[in-house]
T-cell receptor, first 112, second 111 residues
Framework: DSGVTQTPKHLITATGQRVTLRCSPRSGDLSVYWYQQSLDQGLQFLIQYYNGEERAKGNILERFSAQQFPDLHSELNLSSLELGDSALYFC???????????FGPGTRLTVT | SQQGEEDPQALSIQEGENATMNCSYKTSINNLQWYRQNSGRGLVHLILIRSNEREKHSGRLRVTLDTSKKSSSLLITASRAADTASYFCATLETSYDKVIFGPGTSLSVIP
């Protein structure tokens, strides 16, 4: 158990819908990262937050947005969902930027 | 484009043998990390090597880093069936902005 929690574990929704994925980092970790993992694209870095502020952006679509709250939990919002958004979405946390990351169990999103 | 590229893409060995995976990257890095992922589960951090280090050990794991060649290798000695997983290298660019993961090596250890 990494200490990072993600909810929900599974999510099935229809195209065009909007969903919110939630992540609680390890106690004391200030950095939160979001990743998307699909069979054809591998593990793609989406976005990073550090102590509430956005620090780095990767291959995140404009339909996706995220935020980190004062209590350090983070949410990833996915809107206007397409079939191609079906993937595993991981959240990871680390105590400082650049250190080892601790991954949550992931949320498996299926868009039908 | 990918920062880290693992090689080989897939590796199958007998239990007890050593497994070696390689990672190449393109830009200057601050550190390089190796992670393991069991099917469909979250990644688990294995080892971190900084750019000023050349070799690091952790249990049955040995990691080397050659910054002149922009490459790293992960050696798992005396492999076990439980080592069956995908292994990813991840590089932290010197700008500290991003950690980029490679596509991974799928390791199968046959009992």
């Amino acid at each position: 158990d990494s200490g990072v929690t993600q909810t929900p574990k599974h999510l099935i929704t229809a195209t065009g819908q909007r969903v919110t994925l939630r992540c609680s980092p390890r106690s004391g970790d200030l950095s939160v990262y979001w990743y998307q993992q699909s069979l054809d694209q591998g593990l793609q870095f989406l976005i990073q937050y550090y102590n509430g502020e956005e620090r780095a952006k990767g291959n995140i679509l404009e339909r996706f947005s995220a935020q980190q709250f004062p209590d350090l939990h983070s949410e990833l919002n996915l809107s206007s969902l397409e079939l191609g958004d079906s993937a595993l979405y991981f959240c990871a946390s680390s105590p400082r930027r650049g250190n080892e990351q601790y991954f949550g169990p992931g949320t498996r999103l299926t868009v039908t | 484009s990918q920062q880290g590229e693992e090689d080989p893409q897939a590796l199958s060995i007998q239990e007890g043998e050593n497994a070696t995976m390689n990672c190449s990257y393109k830009t200057s890095i601050n550190n390089l990390q190796w992670y393991r992922q069991n099917s469909g589960r979250g990644l688990v951090h294995l080892i971190l090597i900084r750019s000023n280090e050349r070799e690091k050990h952790s249990g049955r794991l040995r990691v080397t880093l050659d910054t002149s060649k922009k490459s790293s290798s992960l050696l798992i000695t005396a492999s076990r069936a439980a080592d069956t997983a995908s292994y990813f290298c991840a590089t932290l660019e010197t700008s500290y902005d991003k950690v980029i993961f490679g596509p991974g090596t799928s390791l199968s250890v046959i009992p």
